[in-house]
Structures are given as C-alpha cells and as structure tokens.
C-alpha cells in the first residue's frame, strides 16, 4: 500500500521507556521501551496473554505504569487533562458491548462528547460529521436502530464510527476487526487507512491475524511475555524466524503479487 | 431533543404537576372544593385573612395537613425516581435502584436500631431520631460498599453490585434480629418498614425541596456523561470521561435522595425501581430527558398511590405495599410484552 503523503512531522508520538505493568502480583509487560512517531501505521502483535491490550491501555492513559515513564507527545502521559486527551484518541474497542437501547445515531454522537461544551447541542457541522462517519462506515441504514438488536459486525462497525467522530489525531484499535467476517474486515481496515494516508490521522493497531497486519501496517511491535521481541517496517520484520520466536510455529513468508503484500502461511513444528 | 421541545414538555409536566396538587388537595374526609382550595393556599401565601364563606376547619386542614403531605409524597416520590434512574445507569443494570447497593436496607436497619432501643426504654437524647439514623444507615452502608468495592481500582459495577448485595445481606439479618427482640411491639418496626407519609410536616418540605433540586441538577450536570458509562469503562475512559470520579459523585448524590426520602417516609420501594424503566421504554434511555422526566413521574406516581391511600380506600394501607401492588402486575405485564415482542433485552 502507498506510504502516507505526509512524511515530514518526524515528532515523536509516544515515548515509552522502560515501562512495567502487572495485576496484583502477575506481571504483564516488563521494561518496555519504544517509540512510536507520526507517518507509519503500527501493529502491534504477539500470542495470546503477551500483554498487547496492557500496552494499548498504558498508550491510552486508561492503565498507569508502575514503573518507568510514558510520555505522548513530549509530555507525560498522566500530565495530560483527560479531555484534552481525548481529543487526541480514540479507542476501537473488541467487544463494543452497550447496556440500554441507545439509538445508533446516539453512540456515534457520544464521539463528539470531548469537543462539545456540557450542555452545547451538536451544531449543524457537527451534525454533517456524523452523517458523514455514518454513511463511510455503511450503517447510514441503521442509524434510528437500537444498537443492542444489532450483529456483532454492525456493533463494531458503529465502534468505528463513533471514534471518527471523535475526530483523533490517533486511532487505538483492540482487535477491532477480529470478530468480523473477512469483507467487513477488509472494509474497515481499508477505510482507516484512508484516513491515515489522506488525513493523516495516524493508527495503533492491535491485531491477531499476521496476514491482515501485513496488509495493514506499516511497521510491526512483536510482544512475548511482556517484552519486545523484535520491531521494524513490516517488510523486515515479518520473518519466518521472528513468527517461530514468537508463536512457536514454522512459517513460510512469501511476496505475494495478488495482495501486493507478504503472506504467511504455518504449520505447527513437525518434530519439536 | 432541541432546547424548545424540552421547554415545552417541561412546562406541560409542571402544568399537570400543579393540576395533579391541586385536586388531591380536594379530596380526602372533608371535601374541599378546587376554587376553594386555591383561595386557602392564595390567603396563607400572601398573609391575607381568609376570604368569607370558606370554613377555618376547612383551611387549617388543606393548608397544615394535606398539602405538606402531598407535597411530599411529590418530592419524595421525584427523589426516590431521579435516585433510581441514577443507580441504574451507574450499574448498568436497569433492575437495579437503592436496594440494590443495600442503601434502602442500611436506612432500615438505622430506624430499626433506634425503634428497638426506644422500646427497650432507653431514654435517647433527641438527636437519636428516627429519621436521622434511618439517613446515616444509609450514608453509612454506601461508604461500606465503596470501601468493599474500593480493592477493584476502577470502581466497576460488578464489584459495587456483589459488596452491595453483601451488605444488604447482612444488614437483613440484622434486621431481622431487631424485629426478633421487638417480640410484641414488633408492629412499629413493620409499620415503619412500609413506609407512610401520614406525618408529613412543612419542615419536611423545607428539607426535602431543596435536596431533591441538587440531586437532580448534579444527575443533570452529568448526565452526558452517564450516557456514555453505557458503553464500556474502557470506551467511556478514551472518551474523557472520569468513570471512579462519576461513579463516586452521583452514587453519592443518589444515595443522598433516597437517604432523605427514606428518612421522611419510611421504606417505599418498586418507585425507584419501575419509574426510570419504564420510561427507558417510552422516552428512550437518554439520561438528560430520563431524569427529569423520572422526577415527574416518580412524583405523580407517589402522589397517585398516596392520594389513593389517604383519600379513596376505606381503610389507610401502607403506601410501600400499595406501590408495589401497584407497580408488580404493571412490571409483569411490561415484562410479558417484551418477551412477546421478542426483546428479552431490558
């Protein structure tokens, strides 16, 4: 896919450096270090338990680290108001689950939330917005629906709506794509990279499927037991070596002309 | 909503509020008619003797007796809907209200105490209220659900929903102790229990006004945020919304309005609970029509059952059975139609 038009903001985004989290006395992520600047979509992948949503909530602020230091956009993370972070991202969650017959118009309105002033109605702009999120997202067609009689596809796809409507310089996504079918998935990820390559509004991602990740991003953070086993641009860093380190499993990686992106196919190792 | 339409609804729920006061203020042993009751509140608000032709009997009655019962039946009842409203948004659960955190038994228990200890005949020095220990039981079981919660950094409803079933669990028992030592003189504490606006005074009114127009303006404050607590802690948080703060702040605010609606009336249940679901079902679950919308109808509800009570059934029954008397079949009948409609989802 065409690199992002806009190469030159070269400032960091976050900043992490030696950063450690664990629940109560099971430790998640040990002394993490990274940075993550403008102008690459990242995907951050790794087995199950390897601590990847951890490292999407301390990026987030929703986690704090209990040691090190996490800095977004030369700033520490926790000196930031939470509006104002909010105004800078949004979060795609797995599971978008909501409680009470909220319409879908509703939801998707709730992105404005960090931009609108307490008791300020939506204004006609904004109103345009969302009809706007609304209609590239597909569920135009939805919108009066209750979004608790809608699928598991149409639920996430209103997810994403409502965090572009929340306007954010950077899109976190959790999995966002993993409980859709194959077209919706694609759908999805084609229509944020849209938006990463022509506004320049920049994406974590984290992701399961090695093939849509190649597909996908730009550049790959691998995490096993809480650390960072290799990171680079996708092209050097999918190997069949580092998804054996990781995954355990023998892979193939091939160049393939009809995804125009490398492709991995595995099996399990045949004598271990 | 528009601001307009909202005005507009607001006004005409004031208008049927104010009909609603006026003729239950007529009924009751001694009929009063509409005009006259409107030139007695007229003469006793503006200081003006009483005009000819309107028994004194008739004045002292509406104006010392039934009003500062209705009115608080009407404020009583807003409080006890807006406090349930606000419980189960901050749940999640819509079949959550006061009892599920144990707040309405923790207002129990404090009456009970004192009612045992004055049947036992301990002479209590007159800040031992009734009231005020039915209000501390309450504010005191919330503070021990949130230190119980309080382990789960994030305050999630979970963990708020099983210290509170806990609690009440205890606090039951306890209850059931005290009643156990009341033996014969039982009857007050059941009495109590069920809840009675019969000693309604006009302090009351002076408490209660302005605690239920807080509660409702902080619910209101919030309430865009309460809104999108509906979709997630993890996606409320990127939203900028402070979910322990919020959760601390309108639990706090929802237990303060039940914790005083309680203290004047006594135990009335199913208001908290049916009021704000059902209209989620009408109205849509929208927190800034819902709560206000909760406090009026709550309000009406309250005044509907105790006007019924005070006035129109032969003998007085206590307006906590009757709510639920009321409100029970109505549940189960909402309950019916949405299975039928194939929306088991509340």
Partial sequence: MARPLSEQDTDRLWSLHEVSFGYGTTPVLHKVSLELRPGSCYGILGPNGSGKTTLLDLLSGLLMPQSGTIEF????????????????????????????????????????????????????????????????????????????????????????????????????????????????SLEILQLIRQRFEQQGMQVIAVMHDLNLASFFCDHLIFLKQGQVVCQGPTDEALTPETIAAVYGVEAEVTPNTFTNCRQVSFRLPVNP | MNDRSASTTLLQLTAVLVCAVALAATLGFLKVSIPDVLSILFARLTQQPLPAGIDPIAATVVADIRMPRILAAVLVGGMLGVSGAIFQAILLNPLADSYTLGISTGAA??????????????????????????????????????????????????????????????????????????????????????????????????????????????????????????????????????????????????????????????????????????????????????IPLSFFTGGLLLLFADTLTRAILPVEVPIGVLTALLGGPFFCILFKKRQKDGTTAF
């Fill in chain 1, 73 to 184: 956009k030369g700033r520490p993370l926790h000196s930031w108001p939470k509006k104002q972070l909010a105004q800078r991202l949004a979060l795609v969650p797995q599971d978008f689950m909501v409680r009470f017959g909220y319409s879908v118009r509703e939801v998707v309105e709730m992105g404005l939330h960090p931009h609108l002033h307490r008791f300020a109605a939506p204004s006609e702009k904004d109103q345009a917005l969302i009809d706007e999120v609304l209609r590239v997202t597909g569920i135009t067609t939805l919108a009066d629906r209750p979004v608790t009689r809608l699928s598991g596809g149409e639920k996430q796809r209103v997810a994403v709506a409502r965090a572009l409507a929340q306007q954010p310089t950077v899109l976190l996504l959790d999995e966002a794509t993993s409980n859709l079918d194959i077209h919706h």
């Fill in chain 2, 109 to 290: 228990f404090g009456a009970s105490l004192v009612i045992v200890l004055q049947i036992f005949g301990l002479v209590l020095p007159p800040v031992v209220s009734v009231p005020i220990f039915a209000f501390g039981g309450a504010i005191g079981t919330l503070a021990l659900v949130l230190y119980l919660a309080s382990g789960d950094r994030r305050l999630s409803s979970t963990s708020l929903i099983l210290a509170g079933v806990i609690v009440a669990a205890i606090l039951s028992a306890a209850i059931g102790f005290l009643k156990f030592l009341a033996d014969e003189q039982v009857g007050i504490i059941i009495f109590w229990l069920m809840g009675s606006l019969s000693g309604a005074s006009w302090q009351n009114i002076l408490l209660l006004t302005p605690t239920a127009l807080l509660g409702v303006l902080v619910a209101l404050f919030y309430s865009r945020d309460l809104n999108i607590m509906a979709t997630g802690d993890r996606a409320a948080t990127s939203l900028g919304v402070h979910t322990v703060r919020l959760r601390t702040t309108l639990l706090t605010t929802g237990t303060l309005l039940t914790a005083l609606a309680v203290s004047v009336s006594g135990i009335i249940g199913f208001v908290g609970l049916i009021v704000p679901h059902m209209l989620r079902h009408m109205v849509g679950p929208d927190n800034r029509r819902l």
